[in-house]
């Protein structure tokens, strides 16, 4: 009899650990969508983008995966922000439309430039003047992802999904 109770006691612990590690995997699965700038730049500068190809990869629609506000980066816990409501669409004529939940949250029209001695192309979007804080920033492609790097200038890098 006290075998069996060792038994069940070992097939219950053996349950919990199986129940552990599967919600493990879900919620890892879960934030798989979550990249770093590091992780976007190792997989950009394996391609060779001129200002042409660049700008046909940005045209579409792009759903907003996260948000990096780690702004300068002093050891300071970054700030993950993110609403899965969000999505922006770019249109050849360089215009834009950014909305949350199907409703139109701003619009305006975007640039793509080179600085000098740069080597990514610069996102500009020209207005309106407070549309710039999520559509303004060196872009970076890899696979179906893309980045909005606005922390050189101290705001938050934005990553977003292809929508297809």
Excluded at 12 to 27: C, E, G, N, P, T
Aim: with cysteine; glycine share 4%; charged share 20%.
């Amino acid at each position: 009899m006290n075998r069996n109770l060792t038994m069940e006691a070992e097939v219950a612990q053996m349950k919990v650990f199986f129940y552990i590690l599967l919600a493990f995997l879900l919620f890892t699965q879960c934030h798989r969508d979550m990249y770093t700038h590091q992780m976007l730049w190792d997989c950009h500068t394996q391609t060779s983008l001129t200002m042409d190809s660049t700008e046909r990869l940005l045209v579409g629609s792009w759903h907003w995966i996260d948000g990096d506000c780690n702004i300068f980066n002093f050891g300071v816990p970054s700030q993950r922000v993110f609403d899965p409501h969000v999505s922006l669409h770019f249109d050849s004529d360089q215009t834009y439309v950014m909305r949350r939940a199907n409703q139109l949250v701003r619009a305006g029209t975007w640039t793509l430039s080179k600085p000098p001695n740069g080597e990514l192309y610069l996102l500009d979007a020209t207005e309106p003047e407070h549309s710039r804080l999520l559509v303004t920033g060196f872009i970076l492609f890899c696979e179906d992802r893309l980045e909005i790097n606005g922390s050189y200038r101290g705001d938050c890098d934005q990553f977003y999904r292809r929508v297809y």
